[in-house]
């Protein structure tokens, strides 16, 4: 990022590292939504020469004298999110806040991503896990932020076994959130989207209804099809700053709306009066940001290990050379209608 709405290459020193960091080179890099909104919204604020990046898996070149699970050669998932596990805020249960609001994102915000030839992790005995032999460095780039923040975002719901849920936006968030209901348990899972490659997935990670907003108000379908009800939990994986209308119209009372969407524009969110019971309807709204750190990668991929689901059907573009990541982050941007993510892949 050279500064908002301008991309570029750099060239800088390799970075250095402290006592428990470890120095890598990426193995596979993925372009996020996310840098969209840093870049050409300038969702939080100029940044100039900052590498762009936080989804990564690794190989390790360097490690800090403290550094003790970690060596030289492993392959390692980089979770988006590299908390500082000593913080107050990891210590009561919020790692990814460290420090500030959303500070345990480094990547790309507080300092240099991954989208270079080497990148740091802070804490790598905390923050970084071990690729399992069976994973593709392009399939486990997939754990490392999509799945954790939208199964987060399923989390989160509060979803009752074999409750209904709405998923409002079918990126690769909001599929990776499907599939984290489907492993919570729900019953009925709507997924609201039109791209057809997103439709495809969604139904085979567990979507049971396809609604598309194009056809009328979701809120207003969605109730229709719950016999007037609405559902159990709502997973905000997407849209404008109006996504909370869709959502909170979509709530049956006593229901959670689970937001993973970064609302890029705006200087507030609207939630509607009326359905949301004057504010006294019992539907809650709880937001969270991504989930980091070594166990939670190594939980992520046991799904993959033990077959319980794929990653791989969220790639749709592959490149590999790191020249390509110029493309692969404007195909973000521009998001045609057959992309669901672009992956670069740099080794095997």
């Not at 991503?113 to 992790?121: H, K, L």
């Amino acid at each position: 990022m050279k500064k908002i709405g301008e991309i570029g290459w750099v060239e800088k020193d390799i970075p250095s590292i402290g006592p428990q960091d470890a120095l890598l080179k990426p193995l596979a890099i993925a372009p996020c939504t996310s840098d969209v909104h840093t870049v050409w919204e300038g969702a939080i604020g100029e940044r100039h020469d900052l590498i762009l990046g936080h989804e990564a898996v690794g190989e390790v070149v360097e490690v800090g004298n403290l550094v003790k699970n970690i060596k030289v050669g492993d392959r390692v998932l980089v979770p988006a999110i590299t908390p500082d596990w000593g913080s107050d805020a990891a210590q009561r249960g919020f790692s990814s806040q460290t420090g500030a609001p959303l500070g345990g994102w480094k990547y790309s915000n507080y300092k240099d991503g991954s989208m270079a030839e080497y990148f740091t992790c802070n804490e790598a005995d905390f923050n970084l896990a071990i690729l399992p032999e069976n994973i593709s460095p392009a399939d486990g780039v997939m754990l490392v932020d999509m799945w954790s923040t939208g199964f987060m975002g399923a989390e989160n719901a509060n979803i009752p076994l074999g409750g209904s849920v709405a998923v409002l936006g079918i990126g690769a968030v909001g599929l990776s959130a499907i599939l984290g209901a489907k492993l919570q348990g729900a019953g009925r899972i709507f997924a609201v989207g039109t791209r057809p490659v997103s439709v495809e997935v969604a139904k085979e990670y567990g979507a049971t209804d396809i609604i598309s907003y194009k056809d009328g108000d979701t809120g207003d379908q969605i109730k229709e099809a719950t016999d007037g009800e609405g559902v159990d939990a709502v997973i905000v994986a997407g849209g404008g700053s109006d996504i909370l209308i869709d959502a909170v119209k979509s709530a049956r009372a006593g229901s959670v709306v689970s937001n993973i969407n970064y609302f890029g524009e705006g200087e507030n969110i609207p939630i509607p009066r009326t359905p949301w019971g004057f504010g006294m309807a019992d539907i809650d709204i709880h937001t969270g940001l991504c989930p980091g750190g070594r166990t939670r990668m190594e939980q992520l991929a046991n799904i993959v290990t033990y077959g319980r689901g794929d990653p791989s059907k969220l790639i749709t573009h592959r490149f590999d050379a790191l020249e390509d990541l110029e493309e692969a982050l404007l195909l973000m941007k521009d998001k045609p209608r057959n992309l669901i993510k672009p992956v670069v892949i740099l080794g095997d």
